[in-house]
């Protein structure tokens, strides 16, 4: 099992920066997958961004150029920093992890190759 907890949400005007944490805590940190993905109210829940447990990293689309991850396997955490928010970035942000399949791109940005969950963190983009 893998515990996952998300910090560093908040209000922020659009332009502005968040850097989101993830910490785990339960079996070997560095061997899983790490994802965040988003879910905005009446919206389904969609991939941000993922590193492998090798370090590999992948974005969706629409957050290249704005959004880093990066994880530290000493502290089991893995970190979101989001640069030039905009008002569509408002979400809920989950950290997610995973073992035992592939760092395709595809597999990574899929949400249903991640078996771990956290309760997610609140993020509010104003105009």
């Known amino acids: 099992q893998v515990q996952l907890e998300e910090a560093g949400g908040g209000l922020v005007q659009a332009g502005g920066s968040l850097r989101l944490s993830c910490t785990a805590s339960?079996?070997?940190?560095?061997?899983?997958?790490m994802g965040w993905f988003r879910q905005a109210p009446g919206k389904e829940r969609e991939f941000v961004a993922a590193i492998s447990w090798s370090g590999s990293t992948y974005y969706a689309d629409s957050v290249k150029g704005r959004f880093t991850i990066s994880r530290d396997n000493a502290k089991s955490t893995v970190s979101l920093q989001v640069n030039s928010l905009k008002p569509e970035d408002t979400a809920v942000y989950y950290c997610?992890?995973?073992?035992?399949?592939?760092?395709?791109?595809?597999?990574?940005?899929?949400?249903?190759?991640?078996?771990?969950w956290g309760q997610g963190t609140q993020v509010t983009v104003s105009s």
């Open positions: 339960g079996r070997t940190f560095s061997s899983y997958h």
């Open positions: 997610a992890a995973g073992a035992g399949f592939s760092n395709s791109a595809q597999a990574m940005g899929n949400l249903r190759m991640y078996a771990y």
